[in-house]
RNA sequence: GUGGGUAUGGCGCAGUUGGCUAGCGCGCCAGAUUGUGGCUCUGGAGGCCGAGGGUUCGAGUCCCUUUACCCACC
C-alpha cells in the first residue's frame, strides 16, 4: 500500500508498506543481480549504510543457482539473510542487454544462459513462477525493452506485446499468491511502461498498464542510449499519467543528477549499476563530484574519500591506503568503495526525502547539483 | 683478470639481410559505462634507441672506442 505523504510541484514523498517493513521513497535500490552486492558487501554491511531495498535479477538467480534451489532454502530473504524489502527484476531487461543471444516471439524469449550456454525459455508465466519462487517483495512484470534507436512500428508492436504480456504476467501472479505452497502469498506487481523515444506510444501505453490496478508502476527502456533532455522530456510527459496513489519506478537511472531531475519529476523508485560499478573501478561520488581514486594525484593523499562522510571507508582509511588496496587488487579497495558509493546514495536520498518534508526540494536539488559540478 | 651476454619511453620487451614520422604489453593521464557477464572500450602524454666516433645516400640495426650491469671461468 502507497501512502503519498507530500508533494512539491510533481516530486512525491511517500511510504510504501510491504509485507517486508516500509520503504520510505524516493528510494534508491541498492543493486545486488546475483543476490549479491557486487563487491564482497553483505547484507550486515547493508544495514549500516541505510540502504532500505535489494534488487536482484530474475534472470540470473534462475540461471544460477536455480529459483528453485532458493525457494527449497526457504526464498531470497532467509536464503540471503536479508529481511527488509527485495526487489526482483523480471528478466526482461535480458532481453535487451544480452541481445545476440535471444528470441522473441509472442509466447516469450529464447535465450542463451550466459554461463552455460543451454537454451533457456521464458515468457511471462516463467518469469513470475520464478519470481514466486524467489519470494521477492516486489515483482516486475515481464516486458520487452526496445533499443532507443529502433523504428516506431517495432516499438508499437513491441509495447503491444509487453500489454499482452502484462496480463498473464497479472494473471498468473494471481494464481501464484493463492498457490498453497507460496513463500509470499502478497507479493506485490509493478508493471512497466515502454514506448522508446515515443511519447504518444509512452502515454498510450501508461494509459493501458494503469487499467491493470497493478501496485506501483515503473518507465523502463530509459538511459539506454537517448540523451538525458530525451529521458526527462519523457518523464514529464509520461509520469502523469500514471496514478499518484501507486509507487512510480524509474528503471536503471542513473547519475545522482539523474535521481535529482527523476524526483522532480514525481519519481518515488531508482535503481543503478553505477554506485556500485563505478566503486569497484574506482570512481567515487562526493559532494564536489566525482573522483577517480586511480588517480597518481592520490597516492600520497591522507584525507578519506570524503571529508565529513560517516560510511566505513571515509571513517577510518585514507584515500591513499584505498588506491593502493585498488591497485594491489585487494578485495577490501573495492568493498570499501562500493560501500562509500552506496552511501552517498543512500544519504543523498535520505536527504532528498528530508528536502521534501520540509518543502525545500527545489532549493536542495539546486544546491547539491551545483556542489556536485564543482571542481575539486 | 679472461670469455660470453645485455644496454630501446617509468618497468618489461619487439624491432626482419641497415630504408618511410621507432612499435608492443604493463604503468601513467583523461574519458565512456544507467532494470551489472568482477568487465570492456576510447583517446592522450612520454623514447631521437647507454655514451663518443666511424662506414653509408640512409644505422636502433654494421665497425671501433668507452661506460654500466649480468653470467661463467679464474
Same mark, same amino acid.
Given at each position: ?13 511517500g511510504e ?5 517493513g516500509?520503504?520510505q521513497?524516493p ?8 543476490a549479491a ?24 538467480l534462475h540461471?544460477?543457482?536455480?529459483d ?6 526457504g526464498?531470497l ?12 527484476? %523480471? ?7 544480452? $541481445? ?8 516469450g524469449?529464447?535465450?542463451?544462459s ?12 516463467? %518469469? ?9 517483495t ?6 520487452? #525493452?526496445?533499443s532507443?534507436? $529502433?523504428d ?9 506485446r509487453?500489454?499482452?504480456w502484462?496480463?498473464? =504476467? ?9 498457490a498453497e ?19 504518444d506510444i509512452?502515454?498510450?501505453? $501508461?494509459?493501458?498498464i ?6 506501483g508502476?515503473?518507465i ?5 542510449g537517448?540523451?538525458h533532455?530525451?529521458?526527462y522530456h519523457i ?9 499518484l496513489?501507486?509507487?512510480t ?22 535503481? #543503478?549499476v553505477?554506485p556500485?560499478r ?11 563530484g ?5 588517480n ?12 565529513g #562522510?560517516? =560510511?566505513?571507508? =571515509? ?6 591506503y ?7 587488487k585487494?578485495?577490501?579497495?573495492m568493498?570499501? #568503495?562500493?560501500l ?11 536527504e532528498?526525502?528530508?528536502?521534501l518534508? $520540509? ?9 547539491k547539483?551545483?556542489?556536485? %559540478?564543482r571542481?575539486?
Amino acid at each position: 500500500m502507497y501512502q503519498l505523504l507530500k508533494q512539491e510541484g510533481r516530486a512525491k514523498r511517500g511510504e510504501f508498506h510491504t509485507v517486508h517493513g516500509i520503504i520510505q521513497t524516493p528510494v534508491f535500490m541498492n543493486v545486488g543481480t546475483a543476490a549479491a552486492i557486487k563487491g564482497a558487501v553483505s547484507t550486515e554491511d547493508l544495514e549500516h549504510i541505510k540502504t532500505q531495498v535489494e534488487l536482484s535479477n530474475t534472470y540470473h538467480l534462475h540461471v544460477r543457482p536455480g529459483d528453485k534451489i532458493i525457494k527449497q532454502m526457504g526464498g531470497l530473504h532467509k536464503f540471503m539473510s536479508w529481511n527488509k524489502p527485495i526487489l526482483t527484476d %523480471s528478466g526482461g531487461f535480458q532481453v535487451f542487454s544480452l $541481445a545476440g543471444l535471444r528470441k522473441i516471439k509472442e509466447e516469450g524469449v529464447y535465450f542463451h544462459s550466459h554461463i552455460d550456454g543451454r537454451k533457456i525459455f521464458m515468457g511471462p508465466e516463467e %518469469s513470475m513462477q520464478i519470481q514466486s519462487n524467489l519470494a521477492s517483495t516486489i515483482a516486475m512484470a515481464f516486458d520487452e #525493452c526496445p533499443s532507443s534507436t $529502433a523504428d516506431r512500428s517495432y516499438v508499437q508492436n513491441s509495447v503491444e506485446r509487453t500489454t499482452r504480456w502484462l496480463a498473464r =504476467c497479472k494473471n498468473e501472479m494471481n494464481r501464484l499468491n493463492d498457490a498453497e505452497d507460496t513463500i509470499n502469498k502478497k507479493q506485490m506487481l509493478f508493471g512497466i511502461n515502454q514506448g522508446a523515444v515515443y511519447e504518444d506510444i509512452r502515454i498510450e501505453h $501508461a494509459k493501458r498498464i494503469r487499467e491493470f490496478d497493478l501496485d506501483g508502476y515503473a518507465i523502463g527502456g530509459l538511459a539506454v542510449g537517448e540523451s538525458h533532455e530525451e529521458m526527462y522530456h519523457i518523464l514529464e510527459e509520461t509520469v502523469p499519467f500514471l496514478p499518484l496513489e501507486k509507487p512510480t519506478y524509474l528503471m536503471g537511472v542513473g547519475t545522482p543528477a539523474n535521481i535529482l531531475e527523476g524526483v522532480e519529476r514525481g519519481i518515488d523508485f531508482f535503481d #543503478c549499476v553505477y554506485p556500485t560499478r563505478n566503486g569497484r573501478h574506482g570512481h567515487l561520488y562526493t559532494n564536489h563530484g566525482k573522483i577517480n581514486l586511480f588517480n597518481a594525484k592520490y597516492e600520497t593523499d591522507e584525507r578519506p574519500i570524503e571529508e565529513g #562522510c560517516a =560510511c566505513p571507508a =571515509c571513517r577510518r582509511y585514507s584515500r591513499a591506503y584505498i588506491r593502493h588496496l585498488l591497485k594491489a587488487k585487494e578485495m577490501l579497495g573495492m568493498r570499501l #568503495c562500493v560501500l562509500h558509493n552506496l552511501y552517498f546514495y543512500n544519504t543523498m536520498m535520505e536527504e532528498i526525502r528530508d528536502a521534501l518534508d $520540509a518543502g525545500e526540494f527545489a532549493a536542495y536539488k539546486k544546491r547539491k547539483l551545483d556542489n556536485m %559540478s564543482r571542481k575539486n
